[in-house]
C-alpha cells in the first residue's frame, strides 16, 4: 500500500495538483485506505472519489491536494471541515498544521461521525482532530473563529455562519451550486470585519450540503 500510495503521490505532483512539500509529505504518510470500507480498501490509490457509507463519498485525492493547497495551511493553524465522510481529509490537513494545530469537522450523519472518530483513533489523529455531529451549516461557533474553513460538500451559496466564524486574515473555500453540472469551488478570503475577497477556482462535483443554510433535505 505505501509503494502505490508513493506512486499517486508522484502521479499528482507531475499533474501539478501537489505543489509544496506539506501536502507531498502529508499525503505521503496519510494510509488513505484505513479511510475506506473494507470493501473499498484496495482501491484506495486510484484517484476517484470512492463510494463510502450512507450513500456518502471520499473525496478523490487530486480533490483533496487541491483543497490543502488552496488554504495555503500553516502549523498551528485551527481550521474547520465541513463534511467529515470517514475522516480522510481532515487527517491529511491534521498532519500538515502538525500537533500544535486543530482540525473540528461537522458530519451530519452519525454513522459516519462514529466510524471517523475510529478511524481518526487508529491512526493517531484524534489528539488534534475533533468531530462533532450535527449540521455543518451552521458552523461551530463554540471554537471560533477559524484561521481556515472548507466544505467538502456543495451548499447554494456561502452559509453566513461560516464567514462570520472566519478570522479576519483567514480563508474560506467551499463548493457551489448543487446540479453536478454547475458546481464551482470558492474561496473567500476575509479582508476585514465587514469586507470579504471571493475567487472562483472552476468547476468541481461535490455531493450537496444538507442544513439550515444549505440544500434541504
Ligand atoms: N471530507 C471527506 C473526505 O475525507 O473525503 C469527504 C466527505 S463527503 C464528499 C461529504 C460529507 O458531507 C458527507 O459525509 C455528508 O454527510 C456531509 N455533509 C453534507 N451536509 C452536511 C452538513 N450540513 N453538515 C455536516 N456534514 C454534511
Known sequence: MKKNREDLVS???DRD???TKPV???MKKVPREEFMTPETKNYAYLDRPIPL????TISAPHMVAIICEIL???KGMKVLEIGTGFGYNAAVVAEIIGPEGHVYTIERIENLKNISEQ???RTGYSKNVTVIFGDGTKGYKEESPYDRIYATASAPKIPEPLKEQLKIGGR???PIGRDTS???LLCLNRVSENEYKSYNLGGVVFVPMIGEHGWLE
Open 24 to 26: 507531498e509529505d502529508a
Open 11 to 13: 502521479k499528482l505532483i
Open 53 to 56: 457509507e450512507n450513500g456518502q
Open 72 to 74: 495555503a495551511l500553516e
Open 119 to 121: 478511524n481518526l483513533k
Open 17 to 19: 495538483y501537489i505543489k
Open 182 to 184: 454547475v458546481q464551482e
Open 172 to 174: 474560506l473555500l467551499s
